[in-house]
């Protein structure tokens, strides 16, 4: 087991030596935030375009006008959205926070695009601060619990899917916050029954894994440790807000859950379409790791999964990990289509990491090892990944075609009795696998075989040499 280092009671020490202790790593989060919100800004107000960060941030936003427009009972909390011609598109496959945080952001000035990312960046700026928090509250040294975090969130992971608004990454502030929570009962100081209520709650309805995550903590608190008044009160929490999206997908559907059941059970990776092997989830998954982690894909499970051996760090690590790990393998179809599915594995591998640089840095500062030992392999480290995280990953090269293919669609005019978009993407019929196109047009799309499909002398849409083109039966092509 990796040796724990002895460190004074939380309570013994003042406010003002805790910063100087963590100065570093206060500088280290500080860093990140900046690179985070600083590097390839672009991005925060590009247009929606077929990308995952597109395809979300359309999607979410979509639901969050529907509530400024409409109203929140109306738009179903966001659920229901009404197109130009009076159609309603329902999608309520996540719990429904996030809309409300669109709806919030839209009072936001500026461009729309730019409203419909300020959720997720905001939560990631928040993340970064209860991560600092977080390692400091585990007694990790601020030097290794610096090359943690930067060895989890100095990466294309967080830096590209940190500004997408979408369940994932908005569940992972709640999830780390829950974590900070569990780990003050560790060390003696109890807080309040309500803060832990209120976390697991607004865990649960931010995302389904962190609903999950909120679980798991209630369990083991109650089960194994024993800490049965904040058990209890992270079981209230989780299970109303359960019950809430309940009630919420019943109300959005009308009471007819074929639509929510049948993504759920192609999620699941078991449907008649679409099914996937765990094999070959994990080799996708590693695929997208390579991408997305420029330390190496393989080396981050492995990374992420020593923590386990620390007992500084042991419950965290197996609860957060587990769950990330866990709705992976339960989802294995949602994770072999999305390289973000395991994005909340930052917080396991932030914790991991610092272990690991912990003990390296204890093994290098033997006599026998110069006494720069662990400050050259630390700057050395930190210097591969600042040079490595400024190579564009594919994830951002993708993106970046598709804010192409966004100008382009947030420029069309569509005639104003065209009733749907059609377009020749692939799918027939009643699509709602473009909803960047949904935003912009205000109708749903629709996907035909050939021009003869169309009405005559309405749109219809096709993808040329990576250019969108419109088509109007009986006229020639024309760009948009």
Known sequence: MIERQSAPHPDQATPRSHLSRYSLLWIAGLAVAIVFVGRDSDRLSAPFGPSHDGFNAALYMTGGRAIVEEGLFASRFGASSRTLSGDRVIYAHHPPLVYLENAVA?????????????????????VLVLLVLLLAACRLPSGPASVGLLFACATPMFLMFGAMTEPHALGLAPMTALILLWQQTRL?????????????????????????????VAVVLLLITRRRRAGIAVLAGTMVSAILIGGWILWSYDGNLGEFMHRAVHRVGAGDVGRVTFRQMARQQMRYFADLF??????????????????????????????VLGYALVF????????YWLYCILLPLTLSAAVVADAVARWLS?????????????????????????QPSKEQDHRRHAADIGVQARALRWPRTQRYAYHMFGGS????????MLFYSQRQPFGVDSPQSVPIGQVLLHLDDGRLVTVVPGKQALEP
């Open 106 to 126: 839209l009072a936001a000035p500026g461009p729309i695009e730019i409203a419909a990312r300020l959720p997720a960046v905001g939560s990631s700026l928040v």
């Open 188 to 216: 003696g100081d109890e807080p309040p029954s309500w803060t832990f209520t209120a976390v697991a709650g607004f865990a649960t309805l931010t995302s389904w894994q962190a609903g999950l995550c909120a679980a798991s």
């Open 294 to 323: 420029p330390v190496g894909s393989w080396l981050v499970i492995l990374v992420a999964a020593l923590g386990i051996l620390d007992r500084r760090t042991q419950p965290l690590v197996a609860v957060s990990l587990g769950t």
């Open 332 to 339: 294995r179809n949602g994770a072999y289509d999305h390289n």
């Open 366 to 390: 033997r006599p026998s090892w110069p006494r720069a030992a662990p400050l050259m392999l630390g700057s050395a480290l930190v210097a591969a990944l600042g040079i490595t995280m400024w």
């Open 429 to 436: 019929g009643l699509t709602d696998l473009l909803p960047w």
